[in-house]
Nanobody, 124 residues
Framework: VQLVESGGGSVQSGGSLRLSCAASGYTVSSGCLGWFRQAPGKEREGVATIRRDGRTNYANSVKGRFTISRDNSANTLSLQMNSLKAEDTAIYYC???????????????????WGQGNQVTISA
């Protein structure tokens, strides 16, 4: 399984960014995937996940601002981030669960395949 992220960058508070994750060796349409982030000095935290049946799960801190989606034809996962805040600054990771069960948990330990991470910086 290989996950390659793109997008991210730097924007001002209130702005928008979009992250994408291209998967190989893994079928996004039938998979269990998520976006996670890690800020300096903090543990990696779940941001949003999507289950095989399309159900999504979001951290309370991003509900109403972030949207996770997948493009089955392109085999990619995306994260649209709107109304960004300084506290959203972190390295963002795409992750996939390779076991059969899929609850959509935001727990990082439940995901075994990870992208390289992309820096997202929000300036006040």
């Amino acid at each position: 399984v290989q996950l390659v992220e793109s997008g991210g960058g730097s924007v001002q508070s209130g702005g928008s960014l979009r992250l994408s994750c291209a998967a190989s060796g893994y079928t996004v349409s039938s998979g269990c995937l998520g976006w996670f982030r890690q800020a300096p000095g903090k543990e990696r935290e779940g941001v949003a996940t999507i289950r095989r049946d399309g159900r999504t799960n979001y951290a309370n801190s991003v509900k109403g601002r972030f949207t996770i989606s997948r493009d089955n034809s392109a085999n990619t996962l995306s994260l649209q981030m709107n109304s960004l805040k300084a506290e959203d600054t972190a390295i963002y990771y795409c992750a996939a669960r390779t076991l059969n069960s899929c609850s959509g948990t935001l727990t990082a330990a439940s995901y075994s395949a990870w992208g390289q991470g992309n820096q997202v910086t929000i300036s006040a």
